[in-house]
């Protein structure tokens, strides 16, 4: 550095040496020593110091004693996963190192993770190729509930950067969904800037009329090395946008949600991806800063407060800045995670999900400790239903990865509710375990649209939404009947004037009164009613048959359900149900693991509730609570979906007119 650029013109003209021009005072010397301290602050995120590490596939045998005790408190795991007596995982070599002065031995399973991803995408792309293909595979994912959902976006498309589009891409991207669909997607805004002054974007989506109502947030990119979830967002955007005219669905959330979209939270670690990898397959993590070790970056997903999250004693951070998940040196110590939490707290998000990749999994607080949040039903019941289709395993932490994280956004967005409202903060890890950090260009899309239900779902819950129940109904003909059902409010606010009709499209069924219209249905609110009335004609053969429930949504979205009722005559009921009695059996098999079958009979139809309780008298699970039929009914009870250890539990039945309760045990 030239330090006359620094001094005062007029001095340096009038003398013949530096020496005279300065006349240097101790007052001067210290205003440059701030300047240079400055610059040298300054450069604290060049990216151009450290050489670029080598990242390996590592196996660690679980025989070792206190293996996983050691692993846990250096807070160094990330995607592991266990094989037999062995934990499969990725290292760089700092990290191996750490290994190493810890006495923790290991095996390499692959060399070179960075060059197997490029070759195996290289291989790929060199096929297209031969035959003649201009595109990569757009894959096809068929679990989807409708056809309008599983169709790919017109305007969706992969990148350069091994399938994956660039930072570059992913402006274009937003610019060209403002450009073509002005009134429901907002410009790229900048929510704050990364340690290298790059911009953080965001946008939001909704009609004009969605200003001022319920708040979602979606974010990817936390790691630098996991595009999944940023190409998950912009299909889903893409979606949106194009179904807007066409889809029900697409048009009442657009409607009725202001759903914001973060796609990069780390965009300089991404850029050093990109300049060193520029084909894919580039492994960097954390953000660039300089550490004062000379070592690089923090990990944004580990930098998270409050201080008790941060640094819980569980461990799943590492102190070591070398290391991939380097925590910081304060909750908040980043500029990225500083800018999200200024910005979220200036909104009233309800929701969010921040994406990363990779294992099928999704994950929900808290992960700092080995405890459900109070929340747990909310969180059990919409992971339950975002993984109904993507058949991703769902769960804490300590359940689903099988070990504890520390600073993470999901414990803070949550659990932090002196700052900012709190949110519903779930984490989809993207892409099956074979897939990696950057799976093959073919399985992108496939990812894209195995979470698109997630994400409409996960928007819909930021408000208001209802849930139906009901049991099979046995109605006699030519009688007026009840049609009993319960509706429950999922959503996160209150629902007003719900409506509730029926109709089938069989001559022989007549309704008495078709609607119901609730006026208000809170959060999370149940109502049992048989208020619909309906009488079925003679000539309507005894068997099942279906009629349609159509439940009104906020934004005008109707929701169809199926009810089944199966049709008899009054004889019929009386002569298979007159012998039944309460009964609640042993369960069986007994002791079992994962899973048990529990039996009960009851004589008539009424209200039902079975639920599994520990020795503490604390709710497990609840398998039943609403209005069933007379005679037999079996449940199967999965221990395995609640974390549950070995031990003793009970499953207890309650009706108005009979209770009991069994016990039974889980070994492992």
């Not at 907002?186 to 974007?201: A, H, V, Y």
């Not at 955007?237 to 005219?245: F, P, R, V």
Request: charged fraction near 20%.
């Amino acid at each position: 550095m030239n330090l006359l650029h620094y001094l005062p013109h007029a001095s340096v003209q009038s003398s013949p040496t530096i020496k005279n021009t300065i006349g240097v005072s101790k007052s001067f010397l210290l205003l440059i020593l701030l300047i240079l301290f400055c610059v040298r602050g300054n450069a604290q995120y060049s990216s151009e110091i450290e050489p670029k590490e080598k990242y390996y596939q590592v196996k660690i045998s679980l025989s070792q004693y206190g293996v996983m005790a050691k692993l846990q408190m250096m807070g160094i795991l990330d995607h592991a996963k266990r094989e037999g007596n062995a934990l499969i995982t990725v290292f760089s070599e700092s990290e191996l190192e750490l290994l190493r002065k810890a006495q923790i031995f290991y095996e390499i399973a692959v060399e070179d993770l960075e060059n197997y991803y490029q070759q195996r995408a290289s291989e790929e792309l060199q096929i297209l190729n031969e035959k003649g293909s201009k595109e990569f595979i757009r894959g096809t994912f068929n679990q989807t509930t409708t056809q309008a959902q599983s169709i790919v976006p017109k305007k969706f498309r992969l990148g350069n950067v091994g399938g994956f589009l660039s930072i570059n891409d992913v402006a274009a991207e937003l610019d060209s969904m403002v450009a073509n669909y002005p009134n429901l997607i907002s410009k790229r805004r900048t929510l704050g800037s990364s340690g290298e002054s790059r911009p953080i974007w965001y946008v939001e989506l909704g009609s004009e009329s969605s200003e001022g109502k319920p708040q979602v947030l979606y974010t990817a990119m936390h790691h630098a090395r996991e595009p999944g979830g940023m190409m998950a967002l912009i299909y889903f955007m893409w979606w949106l946008l194009e179904n807007y005219s066409t889809d029900p669905e697409a048009k009442a959330l657009l409607d009725s949600r202001r759903m914001t979209v973060v796609p990069i939270v780390n965009p300089d670690g991404y850029a050093y991806n990109i300049q060193n990898s520029p084909n894919g397959g580039g492994l960097w993590r954390k953000n660039r800063k300089r550490n004062s070790s000379n070592s690089f970056g923090v990990d944004l997903n580990r930098n998270y407060g409050t201080y008790d999250f941060w640094n819980s004693a569980f461990g799943g951070s590492s102190t070591s800045p070398s290391s991939d998940t380097y925590r910081g040196t304060d909750p908040f110590s980043e500029p990225e995670t500083a800018a999200l939490r200024d910005f979220i707290a200036i909104n009233q998000f309800k929701a969010v999900l921040n994406y990363h990749t990779f294992s099928n999994l999704l994950i929900y607080p808290y992960g700092y400790a080995r405890r459900e949040t109070p929340d747990a039903p909310i969180f059990r019941e919409y992971a339950k239903r975002m993984t109904e289709f993507n058949g991703y395993t769902y769960g804490l932490d300590i359940e689903t990865v099988g070990y504890n994280t520390r600073g993470t956004s999901d414990d803070w967005m949550y659990g932090d509710s002196l700052t900012k409202p709190k949110m519903i903060a779930m984490t989809p890890e993207v892409g099956a375990q074979s897939d990696g950090f950057w799976p093959v260009p073919s399985r992108i899309t496939g990812h894209c649209q195995e979470n698109l239900l997630p994400n409409l779902f996960l928007a819909w819950a930021a408000g208001p939404y209802f849930a139906t129940s009901y049991d099979y109904a046995f109605i006699p003909k030519n009688t007026v009947v009840s049609l009993p059902f319960t509706i429950k409010n999922i959503g996160l606010e209150s629902g007003k004037k719900v409506k509730v009709s029926f109709n089938s499209d069989n001559l022989g069924v007549q309704f008495l009164n078709q609607t119901m219209v609730f006026d208000s249905i809170g959060s999370w609110e149940s109502i049992f009613t048989d208020g619909i009335k309906v009488k079925i004609s003679s000539s309507i053969p005894d068997g099942p048959m279906t009629i349609t429930m159509n439940v009104a949504q906020d934004g005008g979205y109707v929701t169809s359900v199926p009810y089944s009722i199966a049709l008899v005559t009054p004889l019929s009921i009386r002569d298979e149900y007159s012998q039944v009695d309460f009964a609640l059996e042993q369960n069986y098999p007994n002791p079992f693991n994962p899973s048990t079958i529990i039996k009960f009979s009851i004589p008539s139809q009424m209200q039902v509730r079975l639920e599994v309780i520990d020795v503490m008298g604390r709710n497990v699970v609840t398998l039943q609570n609403g209005l069933m039929r007379a005679g037999s009914h079996s449940f199967t009870f999965d221990g395995s979906k609640y974390g549950l250890t070995s031990g003793v539990y009970f499953y207890r039945l309650i009706t108005s007119g009979f209770q009991q309760t069994r016990k039974m045990m889980l070994l492992k």
